[in-house]
T-cell receptor
């Protein structure tokens, strides 16, 4: 069993829909990252969370430390949101352990 | 403030050859971490360098080695390349002691071994 599990693996939505991607982890962490990866490989950090909730534009990330669970929400989804979304946790030092990623496709 | 720069962006090598990948860390960062991302999978931690010393290593064989230079830039070397080494290699820089705040990724080097 992976230390970081994401669901769903693939998600297809229509433009405008509300999207939720879930992440569960089984290890102690100091913080959790939500990352976005576009075709071609570059990774962009969306959020780093250690508690509570963060919001940036149409993106919202929440974390429940007791339940070892985090969610990434996208409101009013748009085709440009199509990408792979990856959950990653800081376990020791600056080492990240990654989930497998969620491939999101938003159709116009 | 520059970001993390990796070179080259793409590379094709033959099985058995050796390869060196390079990473320039973001200004003000002193820690560099390397990750391997196989197609369709999440990145896997290779190793991390802090103050020119290896500071943690993942489950990769010794033919994966690295260096960090006084300016905090870093190299990843892979000897005796195997077909399964084909992957996207990502470098990330950070500042030690900040709990990962400002963790910044490069765009990666896509290595193909034929």
């Amino acid at each position: 069993k992976n230390e970081v599990e994401q669901s769903p693996q693939n998600l297809t939505a229509q433009e405008g829909e509300f999207i939720t991607i879930n992440c569960s982890y089984s290890v102690g962490i100091s913080a959790l990252h939500w990352l976005q990866q576009h075709p071609g490989g570059g990774i962009v950090s969306l959020f780093m969370l250690s508690s509570g909730k963060k919001k940036h534009g149409r993106l919202i990330a929440t974390i429940n430390i007791q339940e070892k669970h985090s969610s990434l929400h996208i409101t009013a989804s748009h085709p440009r949101d199509s990408a792979v979304y990856i959950c990653a946790v800081f376990t020791s030092g600056s080492r990240l352990t990654f989930g497998e990623g969620t491939q999101l496709t938003v159709n116009p | 403030e520059t970001g993390v720069t990796q070179s080259p962006t793409h590379l094709i090598k033959t099985r058995g050859q050796q390869v060196t990948l390079r990473c320039s860390s973001q200004s003000g960062h002193n820690t560099v971490s390397w990750y391997q991302q196989a197609l369709g999978q999440g990145p896997q931690f290779i190793f991390q360098y802090y103050r020119e010393e290896e500071n943690g290593r993942g489950n990769f064989p010794p033919r994966f080695s690295g260096l960090q230079f006084p300016n905090y830039s870093s190299e990843l070397n892979v000897n005796a390349l195997e077909l399964d080494d084909s992957a996207l290699y990502l470098c990330a820089s950070s500042l030690a002691g900040t709990g990962g705040s400002g963790y910044t990724f490069g765009s990666g080097t896509r290595l193909t071994v034929v």
